[in-house]
Protein backbone atom coordinates (compact mmCIF):
# COMPACT_ATOMS: atom_id res chain seq x y z
CA UNK A 1 0.00 0.00 0.00
CA UNK A 2 0.99 3.52 -0.49
CA UNK A 3 2.53 5.18 2.29
CA UNK A 4 2.08 8.72 2.80
CA UNK A 5 5.80 9.33 4.59
CA UNK A 6 7.49 7.53 1.77
CA UNK A 7 5.90 9.42 -0.67
CA UNK A 8 6.49 12.97 1.01
CA UNK A 9 10.50 11.89 1.59
CA UNK A 10 10.55 10.71 -2.53
CA UNK A 11 8.70 13.94 -3.52
CA UNK A 12 10.81 16.20 -1.53
CA UNK A 13 14.30 14.53 -2.73
CA UNK A 14 12.89 15.17 -5.96
CA UNK A 15 12.46 18.31 -5.75
CA UNK A 16 16.21 18.56 -3.94
CA UNK A 17 17.61 16.60 -7.29
CA UNK A 18 15.99 19.45 -9.53
CA UNK A 19 17.34 22.04 -7.88
CA UNK A 20 20.87 20.19 -8.73
CA UNK A 21 20.72 21.48 -12.45
CA UNK A 22 20.41 24.73 -11.73
CA UNK A 23 22.79 24.50 -8.84
CA UNK A 24 25.24 22.78 -11.95
CA UNK A 25 24.65 25.98 -14.08
CA UNK A 26 25.97 28.50 -11.74
CA UNK A 27 29.00 26.03 -10.96
CA UNK A 28 29.73 25.96 -14.27
CA UNK A 29 28.50 29.33 -14.80
CA UNK A 30 31.00 30.96 -12.24
CA UNK A 31 33.83 28.82 -14.10
CA UNK A 32 34.18 29.70 -17.64
CA UNK A 33 34.81 33.38 -18.62
CA UNK A 34 32.38 35.99 -18.89
CA UNK A 35 31.31 35.68 -22.56
CA UNK A 36 30.39 32.60 -22.06
CA UNK A 37 27.96 32.41 -18.65
CA UNK A 38 24.57 32.84 -20.26
CA UNK A 39 25.31 29.69 -22.46
CA UNK A 40 26.04 27.70 -19.63
CA UNK A 41 22.58 28.51 -17.75
CA UNK A 42 21.05 28.16 -21.32
CA UNK A 43 22.10 24.88 -21.89
CA UNK A 44 21.47 23.59 -18.46
CA UNK A 45 17.84 24.76 -18.44
CA UNK A 46 17.38 23.36 -21.85
CA UNK A 47 18.32 20.17 -20.76
CA UNK A 48 15.47 20.82 -17.53
CA UNK A 49 13.26 21.13 -19.92
CA UNK A 50 13.40 19.07 -23.16
CA UNK A 51 14.55 15.56 -20.70
CA UNK A 52 11.56 16.90 -18.70
CA UNK A 53 9.29 15.98 -21.70
CA UNK A 54 10.94 13.45 -23.76
CA UNK A 55 11.40 10.86 -19.88
CA UNK A 56 7.89 11.21 -20.31
CA UNK A 57 7.12 10.08 -23.79
CA UNK A 58 9.89 7.62 -24.16
CA UNK A 59 12.96 7.83 -21.75
CA UNK A 60 11.22 6.25 -18.84
CA UNK A 61 10.05 2.98 -20.95
CA UNK A 62 13.51 2.48 -22.49
CA UNK A 63 15.26 2.58 -19.14
CA UNK A 64 12.01 1.08 -16.67
CA UNK A 65 9.95 -0.81 -19.07
CA UNK A 66 9.54 -4.65 -19.21
CA UNK A 67 12.74 -5.85 -20.31
CA UNK A 68 12.91 -6.81 -24.10
CA UNK A 69 13.32 -10.72 -25.32
CA UNK A 70 15.04 -11.42 -21.95
CA UNK A 71 17.96 -9.86 -22.83
CA UNK A 72 18.39 -7.31 -20.46
CA UNK A 73 19.95 -4.98 -22.89
CA UNK A 74 16.52 -1.97 -22.89
CA UNK A 75 12.84 -1.89 -21.73
CA UNK A 76 10.06 -2.13 -24.44
CA UNK A 77 7.46 0.56 -25.02
CA UNK A 78 4.57 -0.29 -22.97
CA UNK A 79 5.04 2.50 -20.77
CA UNK A 80 5.01 5.48 -23.82
CA UNK A 81 3.73 8.63 -22.66
CA UNK A 82 3.84 6.62 -19.10
CA UNK A 83 1.06 4.90 -20.22
CA UNK A 84 0.12 2.38 -17.16
CA UNK A 85 2.01 4.25 -14.86
CA UNK A 86 -0.16 5.82 -12.24
CA UNK A 87 -1.10 6.62 -8.80
CA UNK A 88 -0.93 3.32 -7.66
CA UNK A 89 2.59 1.20 -6.59
CA UNK A 90 4.69 -0.04 -9.53
CA UNK A 91 7.07 -2.61 -9.80
CA UNK A 92 10.21 -0.96 -8.35
CA UNK A 93 8.92 0.53 -5.24
CA UNK A 94 6.26 -1.08 -2.91
CA UNK A 95 4.94 2.07 -1.02
CA UNK A 96 5.10 4.91 -3.78
CA UNK A 97 2.92 5.61 -7.09
CA UNK A 98 4.61 4.48 -9.99
CA UNK A 99 4.30 8.08 -11.04
CA UNK A 100 6.17 9.21 -8.31
CA UNK A 101 9.21 6.95 -9.03
CA UNK A 102 9.13 7.78 -12.70
CA UNK A 103 9.53 11.85 -11.35
CA UNK A 104 11.93 10.79 -8.91
CA UNK A 105 13.73 9.33 -12.02
CA UNK A 106 13.55 11.70 -14.49
CA UNK A 107 15.82 14.16 -12.46
CA UNK A 108 18.41 11.79 -12.62
CA UNK A 109 17.85 11.51 -16.69
CA UNK A 110 18.10 15.20 -16.50
CA UNK A 111 21.20 16.02 -14.36
CA UNK A 112 23.43 13.58 -16.35
CA UNK A 113 23.57 14.82 -19.83
CA UNK A 114 23.45 18.36 -18.11
CA UNK A 115 26.84 17.24 -16.59
CA UNK A 116 28.84 16.56 -19.65
CA UNK A 117 28.33 20.51 -20.84
CA UNK A 118 31.38 21.18 -18.58
CA UNK A 119 33.36 19.01 -21.38
CA UNK A 120 32.94 21.18 -24.58
CA UNK A 121 31.97 24.57 -22.65
CA UNK A 122 32.54 27.95 -24.52
CA UNK A 123 32.81 26.49 -28.19
CA UNK A 124 29.79 23.74 -29.34
CA UNK A 125 26.93 24.96 -31.53
CA UNK A 126 23.83 25.14 -29.06
CA UNK A 127 22.21 23.49 -32.64
CA UNK A 128 24.22 20.83 -32.03
CA UNK A 129 23.95 20.51 -28.08
CA UNK A 130 20.53 20.25 -28.75
CA UNK A 131 20.48 17.45 -30.85
CA UNK A 132 23.72 15.94 -28.85
CA UNK A 133 21.23 16.28 -25.50
CA UNK A 134 18.26 14.43 -27.32
CA UNK A 135 19.73 11.44 -28.52
CA UNK A 136 22.44 11.30 -25.78
CA UNK A 137 19.61 10.82 -23.45
CA UNK A 138 18.00 8.10 -25.23
CA UNK A 139 20.57 6.33 -26.75
CA UNK A 140 22.96 6.12 -23.85
CA UNK A 141 21.26 6.98 -20.55
CA UNK A 142 18.27 5.02 -20.64
CA UNK A 143 19.61 1.72 -22.01
CA UNK A 144 22.49 2.12 -18.86
CA UNK A 145 19.57 2.82 -16.70
CA UNK A 146 17.98 -0.17 -17.33
CA UNK A 147 21.09 -2.57 -17.47
CA UNK A 148 21.55 -1.14 -14.01
CA UNK A 149 18.18 -0.58 -12.30
CA UNK A 150 15.68 -2.14 -14.43
CA UNK A 151 13.95 -5.05 -13.89
CA UNK A 152 15.74 -7.64 -16.29
CA UNK A 153 18.67 -5.52 -17.35
CA UNK A 154 22.03 -7.38 -17.45
CA UNK A 155 23.62 -6.02 -14.91
CA UNK A 156 21.33 -5.71 -12.62
CA UNK A 157 20.49 -9.43 -12.68
CA UNK A 158 24.63 -9.88 -12.24
CA UNK A 159 24.12 -8.02 -9.28
CA UNK A 160 25.86 -5.17 -9.09
CA UNK A 161 25.54 -2.93 -6.35
CA UNK A 162 24.88 1.22 -7.71
CA UNK A 163 22.62 2.93 -5.32
CA UNK A 164 22.26 6.29 -6.77
CA UNK A 165 24.16 6.10 -10.42
CA UNK A 166 27.96 5.74 -9.71
CA UNK A 167 27.31 4.13 -12.73
CA UNK A 168 24.18 5.00 -14.46
CA UNK A 169 25.10 8.91 -13.53
CA UNK A 170 28.73 9.96 -12.85
CA UNK A 171 30.70 6.96 -15.38
CA UNK A 172 28.38 7.39 -18.16
CA UNK A 173 29.04 11.17 -17.96
CA UNK A 174 32.35 11.47 -17.37
CA UNK A 175 33.22 9.10 -19.91
CA UNK A 176 31.10 11.10 -22.61
CA UNK A 177 32.77 14.37 -21.72
CA UNK A 178 36.32 12.65 -21.91
CA UNK A 179 35.25 11.86 -25.83
CA UNK A 180 33.47 15.32 -26.40
CA UNK A 181 36.64 16.71 -25.53
CA UNK A 182 38.80 14.71 -27.94
CA UNK A 183 36.47 15.29 -30.60
CA UNK A 184 35.65 19.34 -29.92
CA UNK A 185 39.43 19.87 -29.70
CA UNK A 186 40.92 22.56 -27.74
CA UNK A 187 39.05 25.65 -27.18
CA UNK A 188 40.71 28.77 -29.13
CA UNK A 189 43.25 30.59 -27.27
CA UNK A 190 45.39 33.38 -27.63
CA UNK A 191 49.06 33.76 -26.74
CA UNK A 192 48.45 36.16 -23.88
CA UNK A 193 45.00 34.27 -22.80
CA UNK A 194 43.88 32.52 -19.80
CA UNK A 195 40.78 30.58 -19.04
CA UNK A 196 40.15 32.01 -15.78
CA UNK A 197 37.14 31.59 -14.08
CA UNK A 198 34.64 34.72 -14.59
CA UNK A 199 33.07 34.03 -10.82
CA UNK A 200 34.08 32.14 -8.30
CA UNK A 201 31.56 32.97 -5.88
CA UNK A 202 28.80 31.45 -8.40
CA UNK A 203 30.89 28.37 -8.03
CA UNK A 204 30.71 28.18 -4.43
CA UNK A 205 26.55 28.83 -4.36
CA UNK A 206 26.74 26.54 -7.17
CA UNK A 207 28.50 23.67 -4.83
CA UNK A 208 26.44 24.61 -2.09
CA UNK A 209 23.00 24.15 -3.69
CA UNK A 210 24.40 20.73 -5.20
CA UNK A 211 25.58 19.45 -1.68
CA UNK A 212 22.25 20.36 -0.45
CA UNK A 213 20.40 18.79 -3.50
CA UNK A 214 22.94 15.61 -2.82
CA UNK A 215 20.78 14.50 -0.16
CA UNK A 216 18.27 13.76 -1.74
CA UNK A 217 19.70 12.27 -4.94
CA UNK A 218 21.00 9.95 -2.25
CA UNK A 219 19.04 9.58 0.14
CA UNK A 220 15.78 9.26 -2.31
CA UNK A 221 17.28 6.64 -3.65
CA UNK A 222 16.28 4.49 -0.87
CA UNK A 223 12.51 5.33 -1.95
CA UNK A 224 11.30 5.07 1.28
CA UNK A 225 11.51 7.16 4.79
CA UNK A 226 13.38 4.75 6.69
CA UNK A 227 16.98 4.15 7.86
CA UNK A 228 18.22 3.20 4.90
CA UNK A 229 17.38 7.13 3.69
CA UNK A 230 18.73 8.35 6.94
CA UNK A 231 22.24 6.59 6.23
CA UNK A 232 22.34 7.80 2.81
CA UNK A 233 22.48 11.35 4.23
CA UNK A 234 24.90 10.52 6.74
CA UNK A 235 27.29 9.10 4.62
CA UNK A 236 26.78 11.61 1.60
CA UNK A 237 27.92 14.32 3.86
CA UNK A 238 30.89 13.01 4.99
CA UNK A 239 32.19 11.91 2.33
CA UNK A 240 31.60 15.87 0.84
CA UNK A 241 33.16 16.68 3.83
CA UNK A 242 36.37 14.60 3.80
CA UNK A 243 37.03 15.03 -0.24
CA UNK A 244 36.88 19.00 0.42
CA UNK A 245 39.41 18.53 3.50
CA UNK A 246 41.57 16.29 1.01
CA UNK A 247 41.88 17.85 -1.82
CA UNK A 248 42.14 21.15 -0.29
CA UNK A 249 45.05 20.09 1.05
CA UNK A 250 46.48 18.71 -1.64
CA UNK A 251 46.22 21.51 -3.71
CA UNK A 252 47.76 23.77 -0.80
CA UNK A 253 50.98 21.73 -0.44
CA UNK A 254 51.08 21.56 -3.89
CA UNK A 255 50.19 24.48 -5.02
CA UNK A 256 50.95 26.71 -1.78
CA UNK A 257 48.08 28.38 -0.67
CA UNK A 258 44.17 26.82 -0.10
CA UNK A 259 42.07 27.20 -3.23
CA UNK A 260 38.36 27.98 -3.06
CA UNK A 261 38.04 25.62 -6.06
CA UNK A 262 39.56 23.01 -4.70
CA UNK A 263 37.77 22.72 -1.34
CA UNK A 264 34.31 22.89 -3.44
CA UNK A 265 35.54 20.49 -6.32
CA UNK A 266 37.22 18.21 -3.61
CA UNK A 267 33.31 18.22 -1.97
CA UNK A 268 31.70 16.96 -5.39
CA UNK A 269 34.53 14.63 -5.59
CA UNK A 270 33.40 12.79 -2.52
CA UNK A 271 29.85 13.07 -3.36
CA UNK A 272 30.85 11.82 -6.56
CA UNK A 273 32.23 8.57 -5.02
CA UNK A 274 30.22 7.98 -2.29
CA UNK A 275 26.96 8.22 -4.43
CA UNK A 276 27.11 4.21 -5.97
CA UNK A 277 27.71 3.23 -1.99
CA UNK A 278 25.41 5.21 -0.31
CA UNK A 279 22.98 2.78 0.44
CA UNK A 280 25.76 0.44 1.78
CA UNK A 281 28.36 1.31 3.22
CA UNK A 282 28.90 3.11 6.82
CA UNK A 283 29.91 6.19 8.12
CA UNK A 284 33.48 5.26 8.32
CA UNK A 285 33.77 4.05 5.05
CA UNK A 286 32.59 7.26 3.89
CA UNK A 287 35.20 8.64 5.26
CA UNK A 288 37.69 6.88 3.50
CA UNK A 289 35.95 6.89 0.29
CA UNK A 290 36.16 10.75 0.60
CA UNK A 291 39.48 10.50 1.30
CA UNK A 292 40.33 8.53 -1.94
CA UNK A 293 38.42 10.18 -4.40
CA UNK A 294 40.06 13.44 -3.05
CA UNK A 295 43.92 12.31 -3.90
CA UNK A 296 42.80 10.25 -7.17
CA UNK A 297 40.48 12.98 -8.64
CA UNK A 298 42.92 15.93 -8.05
CA UNK A 299 45.77 13.51 -9.43
CA UNK A 300 43.28 12.95 -12.55
CA UNK A 301 42.95 16.74 -13.02
CA UNK A 302 47.29 16.57 -13.43
CA UNK A 303 46.89 14.21 -15.66
CA UNK A 304 44.38 15.43 -17.89
CA UNK A 305 46.37 19.44 -17.72
CA UNK A 306 50.03 17.13 -18.54
CA UNK A 307 48.24 15.46 -21.26
CA UNK A 308 46.65 18.85 -22.93
CA UNK A 309 43.18 17.37 -23.00
CA UNK A 310 40.51 20.31 -23.06
CA UNK A 311 37.88 19.10 -20.81
CA UNK A 312 37.19 22.70 -19.48
CA UNK A 313 35.17 22.25 -16.57
CA UNK A 314 37.11 18.75 -15.49
CA UNK A 315 33.90 16.82 -15.78
CA UNK A 316 35.77 13.75 -16.42
CA UNK A 317 38.51 13.98 -13.60
CA UNK A 318 35.69 14.70 -11.23
CA UNK A 319 32.43 12.71 -12.13
CA UNK A 320 34.07 9.71 -14.84
CA UNK A 321 37.07 8.91 -12.42
CA UNK A 322 35.03 9.53 -9.03
CA UNK A 323 32.37 7.10 -10.77
CA UNK A 324 34.88 4.47 -11.40
CA UNK A 325 36.26 4.58 -7.65
CA UNK A 326 32.84 4.80 -6.42
CA UNK A 327 31.56 1.97 -7.70
CA UNK A 328 34.81 -0.38 -7.66
CA UNK A 329 34.94 0.63 -3.85
CA UNK A 330 31.11 0.13 -3.08
CA UNK A 331 32.33 -3.90 -3.91
CA UNK A 332 35.00 -3.80 -0.86
CA UNK A 333 33.45 -1.63 1.47
CA UNK A 334 29.05 -2.85 0.91
CA UNK A 335 28.15 -4.33 4.05
CA UNK A 336 24.97 -6.62 5.36
CA UNK A 337 25.04 -4.40 8.34
CA UNK A 338 23.93 -1.22 6.55
CA UNK A 339 21.67 -3.00 3.89
CA UNK A 340 19.72 -5.78 5.05
CA UNK A 341 18.46 -6.66 1.77
CA UNK A 342 21.27 -7.52 0.23
CA UNK A 343 22.11 -11.37 1.04
CA UNK A 344 25.90 -10.46 0.28
CA UNK A 345 27.96 -7.53 1.24
CA UNK A 346 31.39 -6.76 -0.51
CA UNK A 347 35.30 -7.33 0.05
CA UNK A 348 35.05 -6.49 3.58
CA UNK A 349 32.18 -9.14 3.99
CA UNK A 350 33.69 -11.58 2.65
CA UNK A 351 32.50 -11.70 -0.72
CA UNK A 352 35.39 -10.75 -2.97
CA UNK A 353 33.70 -11.58 -5.91
CA UNK A 354 31.68 -8.56 -5.81
CA UNK A 355 34.58 -6.97 -6.78
CA UNK A 356 34.65 -8.59 -9.86
CA UNK A 357 31.22 -7.69 -10.44
CA UNK A 358 31.26 -4.01 -10.55
CA UNK A 359 34.48 -4.17 -12.66
CA UNK A 360 32.19 -5.83 -14.85
CA UNK A 361 29.82 -2.61 -14.73
CA UNK A 362 32.91 -0.12 -14.75
CA UNK A 363 34.03 -1.77 -18.39
CA UNK A 364 30.36 -2.22 -19.84
CA UNK A 365 29.33 1.20 -18.85
CA UNK A 366 33.22 3.20 -19.91
CA UNK A 367 33.22 0.90 -23.52
CA UNK A 368 29.73 1.92 -24.24
CA UNK A 369 28.97 5.45 -23.12
CA UNK A 370 32.67 6.57 -25.57
CA UNK A 371 31.44 4.18 -28.07
CA UNK A 372 27.98 5.46 -28.59
CA UNK A 373 28.80 9.11 -27.53
CA UNK A 374 31.61 9.00 -30.02
CA UNK A 375 29.04 7.71 -32.83
CA UNK A 376 26.42 10.62 -31.67
CA UNK A 377 29.17 13.46 -31.83
CA UNK A 378 29.94 13.00 -35.38
CA UNK A 379 26.14 11.99 -36.35
CA UNK A 380 25.67 15.65 -35.16
CA UNK A 381 28.68 17.12 -36.57
CA UNK A 382 27.79 15.82 -40.00
CA UNK A 383 23.58 17.10 -39.77
CA UNK A 384 24.09 20.66 -38.57
CA UNK A 385 28.29 20.96 -37.43
CA UNK A 386 29.21 20.33 -33.70
CA UNK A 387 31.58 23.94 -33.14
CA UNK A 388 30.92 27.07 -33.60
CA UNK A 389 33.53 29.36 -35.86
CA UNK A 390 36.69 31.03 -34.67
CA UNK A 391 35.13 34.49 -34.57
CA UNK A 392 32.24 33.46 -32.74
CA UNK A 393 34.02 31.50 -30.62
CA UNK A 394 36.08 34.69 -29.58
CA UNK A 395 33.09 36.55 -29.76
CA UNK A 396 31.63 34.37 -26.86
CA UNK A 397 28.81 32.24 -27.09
CA UNK A 398 26.43 34.67 -25.46
CA UNK A 399 26.43 36.79 -27.81
CA UNK A 400 27.06 34.77 -30.90
CA UNK A 401 24.60 31.73 -30.21
CA UNK A 402 22.09 33.49 -28.39
CA UNK A 403 22.34 37.39 -28.87
CA UNK A 404 22.49 38.20 -25.56
CA UNK A 405 25.54 39.61 -23.08
CA UNK A 406 26.20 40.06 -19.17
CA UNK A 407 26.10 43.51 -18.22
CA UNK A 408 28.61 44.48 -15.24
CA UNK A 409 28.42 47.65 -13.70
CA UNK A 410 30.26 48.97 -10.63
Wanted: net charge neutral.
Amino acid sequence: MINGGDTAWVLTATALVMLMTPGLALFYGGLVRRKNVLSILMQCMFILALVSVTWVLVGYTLAFGKDVNGWGIIGNLDNLGLKGVGVAPGPYAPTISGSAFALFQMMFAIITPALIIGAFAERKRFKAFVLFALLWSLLVYSPIAHWVWGQGGWLNKMGVMDFAGGTVVHISSGVAALVAALVLGPRVRRESERFEPHDVRLTVIGAGILWFGWFGFNGGSALAANGLAVNAVLVTNTAAGMGALTWLTMSWLHKGSPSVIGAVSGAIAGEVAITPASGYVDASSAIVIGFIAGVVCYGAILLRERVKIDDALDVWAVHGVGGTLGVLLTGIFATTAINTVITKGGLIDGNPGQVGTQLVAIAAVWIYSAVATFAILKVVDLAVGLRVAESEEEAGLDASQHGEVVVYQG
